[in-house]
């Protein structure tokens, strides 16, 4: 019995051993997680409320919210915020909710997927961030933003650490 403790283990062993003793350690997961939890959160909190009032005056709202915050509510980019809010009807409202709480679902799942180092959980991140490249691309060709190159950049990167994660993946 004690010959076959301090045998030494195979080498498929070992290299298994390494590659899960490197995913423990690897520390941009969590955050790759906590950013999708985050994003989650406030999905599925718009969307409950776009839901649950849709009767409301959004536009006056943020502005309000704006001022609070010490923004200018007339300033160019919030004023083009409030314009676009206020061509939305009610019922828009409601499909909009719906949408917000569909995909604030889709970002929990990705969220615990990766939290749990689930390998489903990195290709549905992969794969549901590779979709919206293309509304994302598409927004940037109609007003180019620091925010939105910024938004695109990390979702990329994200992607890409993701597949070479699973590329290195034994089996």
Do not use: C
């Not at 061509?87 to 997927?113: N, S």
């Not at 109609?142 to 993701?162: D, P």
């Amino acid at each position: 019995m004690e010959r076959l403790r301090n045998r030494p283990a195979s080498p498929e062993v070992e290299h298994t051993n390494r590659a899960s003793a490197s995913e423990r350690n690897d520390r941009l997961l969590p955050w790759i997680a906590a950013e999708r939890a985050l994003r989650s959160v406030v999905l599925v909190t718009v969307g409950v409320v776009l839901v649950t009032h849709p009767h409301a005056d959004w536009a006056s709202e943020i502005a309000r919210f704006a001022q609070k915050l010490g923004l200018d509510p007339k300033e160019n980019w919030i004023q083009r915020l409030i314009d676009k809010i206020r061509k939305i009807h009610a019922h828009e409202d409601v499909v909009f909710g719906v949408a917000a709480l569909a995909y604030g679902a889709l970002e929990a799942a990705e969220a615990y997927g990766l939290f749990r180092r689930r390998p489903w959980g990195e290709w549905l991140t992969v794969v549901a961030t590779s979709l919206l490249f293309i509304p994302e691309l598409w927004e940037l060709t109609k007003s180019a933003s620091v925010l939105k190159f910024g938004a695109l950049a990390v979702n990329a990167l994200v992607v890409a650490y993701l597949v070479w994660r699973l590329r290195r993946r034994p089996g």
